[in-house]
């Protein structure tokens, strides 16, 4: 198998990985809840590929791909830890996989709506060419099917994500009235929304891509994979999401001081801190001279001229060599045992506060430090970390009001897909489903759509 697969795979996992990170943040930013831990956004390439557990390039490749789709679940549905990565038997089962070719074709239904494929097709054919020119190689055809098969699961997961909150909210706006009550109630969200759309987001798209016309937009996007109708509709499934997610979590939730002390409490180790330290420092190196004579005398008159002066910060910009020196030689807040110098430690944690040392020698050069403020080891006061406290607690409990969001999203809107185990709760794509969402997207798309009875 050619070497060059190899970095194909890299490439194409990059791409995924990229894609989903960014789609994780915007959702985080756009429902206004935080993002996941840093875990599940950090992905180490080099430790896959040198896995011992990894043979050959096939399963290097396979498994990079997969990894990023878990780092998707991981990010935006909560419901896996990056740690639950596909195995080889899921690589396997995905080899007798037949993608569609037709966009029209129905890879999910959501609800009563239907997901096509070619809402996300583009966007693979486009990462994936992009890759392979820059391959510059052979690539093998099932290595590139099997890439475009995870691409498809984890975009095809980021569509459903949003049309369950789209769903969600136009439930909760209409209950269970009948069909032609929540036609109109979807007509008229779905107008809103595509007024917010041209009003800020194509706006922003425009100016973004330095067009001047509609058109002109379009045919950007259709370079990048995706067009000005599939980023209308994203931003419109995005918006309702927005708004059912606004009905349902505080993203200012109360916290009390009760709560605040009993996480003060129960978390101690969180707020015990060494022996720390503030000084001003004086500072010439050796190799900055030709003898430690030299030297002496320079520190010497540092020394002696902020003294008399009264200005040692002033002196320390003018003439000290350390990397403070610019900030006036000031070390804000250090911990005992963290300096480089085992002789600058223990003289800053020994010598007494506001008064200047004498000339201190270590392996660097010659020191002169006064002591601002030092404080021994022990519990940070909760006044100090009760603003910090309070922001933790408030971010759990968004956390907390989401999950429990998301969980009634998944028990109030059916879902049924193509990968049906990438999404909890949802079940395989029937035929006679496909074929009647098909019908119903036709149906849709002519002139006078007909009407339910």
């Given at each position: 198998?050619?070497?060059?697969?190899?970095?194909?795979?890299?490439?194409?996992?990059?791409?995924?990985?990229?894609?989903?990170?960014?789609?994780?943040?915007?959702?985080?930013?756009?429902?206004?809840?935080?993002?996941?831990?840093?875990?599940?956004?950090?992905?180490?390439?080099?430790?896959?590929?040198?896995?011992?557990?990894?043979?050959?390039?096939?399963?290097?490749?396979?498994?990079?791909?997969?990894?990023?789709?878990?780092?998707?679940?991981?990010?935006?549905?909560?419901?896996?830890?990056c740690a639950e990565q596909p195995g080889a038997l899921d690589i396997e089962a995905l080899q007798s996989v037949s993608l569609p070719d037709d966009p029209a074709a129905v890879i999910a239904v959501v609800g009563q709506s239907p997901i096509l494929m070619g809402e996300i097709k583009p966007k693979i054919d486009t990462r994936i060419e992009k890759v392979l020119e820059k391959a510059g190689d052979y690539v093998p055809e099932d290595q590139v099917r099997l890439a475009r098969i995870q691409m498809t699961r984890a975009l095809l997961a980021?569509?459903?994500?949003?049309?369950?909150?789209?769903?969600?909210?136009?439930?909760?706006?209409?209950g269970t009235q009948d069909a032609d009550k929540r036609r109109e109630a979807d007509e008229t969200l779905q107008a809103k929304a595509r007024q917010m759309f041209f009003e800020t987001e194509m706006a922003e798209l425009m100016e973004q891509y330095d067009v001047q016309t509609a058109s002109e937009l379009d045919e950007k996007l259709r370079e990048k994979g995706t067009s000005l109708p599939i980023r209308q509709r994203e931003f419109v499934d995005a918006m309702l999401g927005h708004l059912f997610i606004r009905g349902k979590v505080n993203k200012d939730p109360a916290v009390s001081l009760a709560e605040i002390l009993r996480y003060y409490q129960t978390h101690q180790e969180e707020f015990h801190h060494k022996a720390r330290a503030r000084w001003e420092q004086l500072t010439v190196r050796f190799d900055r001279f030709a003898t430690r004579?030299?030297?002496?005398?320079?520190i010497w008159a540092m020394g002696?001229?902020?003294?008399?002066?009264?200005?040692?910060?002033?002196?320390a910009k003018e003439k000290s060599q350390e990397p403070f020196a610019s900030s006036g030689g000031l070390h804000d807040w250090t911990n005992q045992g963290s300096l480089a110098s085992r002789v600058l430690d223990e003289q800053i944690f020994s010598?007494?506060?506001?008064?200047?040392?004498?000339?201190?020698?270590?392996?660097?050069g010659y020191h002169i430090v006064r002591v601002l403020e030092r404080e021994p080891a022990g519990m940070t006061p909760l006044s100090e970390v009760q603003d910090d406290i309070r922001a933790i607690i408030r971010d759990r409990k968004i956390a907390e009001a989401q999950a429990e969001a998301m969980k009634s999203v998944r028990q109030s809107v059916p879902v049924w897909s193509l990968?049906?185990?990438?999404?909890?709760?949802?079940?395989?794509?029937?035929?006679?489903?496909?074929?009647?969402?098909?019908?119903?997207?036709?149906?849709?798309?002519?002139?006078?759509?007909?009407?339910?009875?």
């Open positions: 198998m050619p070497a060059s697969f190899v970095l194909v795979a890299f490439a194409v996992a990059a791409e995924a990985v990229a894609v989903l990170k960014a789609w994780s943040i915007r959702f985080a930013e756009t429902f206004d809840l935080p993002p996941c831990g840093n875990h599940c956004h950090e992905f180490d390439m080099h430790r896959w590929s040198s896995s011992p557990a990894v043979p050959g390039h096939r399963r290097v490749a396979a498994t990079l791909l997969t990894a990023s789709f878990a780092v998707f679940l991981g990010s935006a549905l909560g419901e896996r830890t980021q569509a459903i994500q949003r049309r369950m909150m789209r769903e969600s909210y136009l439930i909760d706006q209409v004579k030299e030297a002496y005398d320079a002696r001229e902020a003294f008399f002066g009264g200005n040692m910060q002033a002196v010598l007494p506060t506001d008064a200047m040392s004498q000339i201190i020698e270590d392996e660097v990968f049906h185990n990438d999404v909890p709760g949802a079940r395989p794509l029937p035929d006679a489903m496909i074929a009647a969402a098909e019908s119903s997207t036709a149906d849709a798309s002519s002139p006078n759509p007909p009407r339910s009875r």
